[in-house]
């Protein structure tokens, strides 16, 4: 029978022990969080949720990612939410022409979701992307931890035909098309952008070759 030394017994006791008060504080707080929900209206909730979620997404800025690094993002791709993160489901609509109106086909659009800085200061930005249609119609869909007061989104031709345009937008407009629902779900936001030209890269190179005279 193998003899385990009295300190490494100890050490291992210490671990579980700590793992164990680990637990028991995050279900204490989990039950009070849900407590805390269920008891106020939903437009109360709202506001709840969102100034937690808030804090919450503050304090990963803080501590979460410094252990993130190129190598994690790679290997696991982007963090997906798991159960019990409040969430809001969103759809982006719109059209892509170019200066006579005609539609644009495969036009890449892509809308920045989040932006995580991670331990070694690098830039690492997420994007829910698309493309758009023989109609020049696009249509994204995904979820945000909580609606956001303003968003930016390209279009890109990756023919190199036209050049890159970037637009920002608020979504105080979006047309709420599915109530939210118990604790964590913010219900569902619909917004359809105006139809966004673009400009052939060879007229904007001419038009700042003009400026520059």
């Not at 989040?114 to 995904?142: M, P, W």
């Not at 619909?190 to 001419?206: I, M, S, W, Y």
């Amino acid at each position: 029978m193998q003899k385990i030394p009295l300190s490494i017994f100890w050490l291992k006791k210490q671990n579980e022990s700590r793992k164990h008060f680990a637990k028991c504080n995050f279900f204490c707080i989990f039950a009070s969080y849900n407590y805390i929900a269920n008891k106020m209206t939903e437009k109360a909730k709202h506001y709840f949720l969102k100034s937690c979620n808030a804090i919450l997404m503050a304090m990963l800025a803080l501590f979460g990612f410094a252990g993130c690094d190129r190598k994690g993002l790679d290997m696991y791709g982007t963090p997906t939410p798991e159960y019990g993160v409040p969430s809001v489901d969103f759809i982006l609509k719109g059209a892509v022409t170019d200066k006579d109106e005609n539609s644009l086909e495969d036009i890449q659009v892509k809308l920045i979701k989040r932006v995580v800085i991670d331990g070694n200061g690098q830039e690492h930005i997420f994007y829910q992307a698309g493309s758009t249609n023989e109609d020049g119609l696009f249509k994204l869909q995904g979820s945000f931890p909580y609606l956001p007061e303003s968003s930016t989104i390209h279009f890109i031709d990756e023919n190199g035909v036209f050049a890159e345009k970037t637009k920002e937008f608020g979504w105080e407009d979006a047309e709420e098309t599915r109530p939210p629902s118990g604790s964590w779900f913010g219900g569902e936001f619909t917004k359809t952008l105006p139809a966004v030209q673009l400009t052939p890269k060879a007229d904007e190179e001419n038009d700042n070759e003009e400026e520059a005279n």
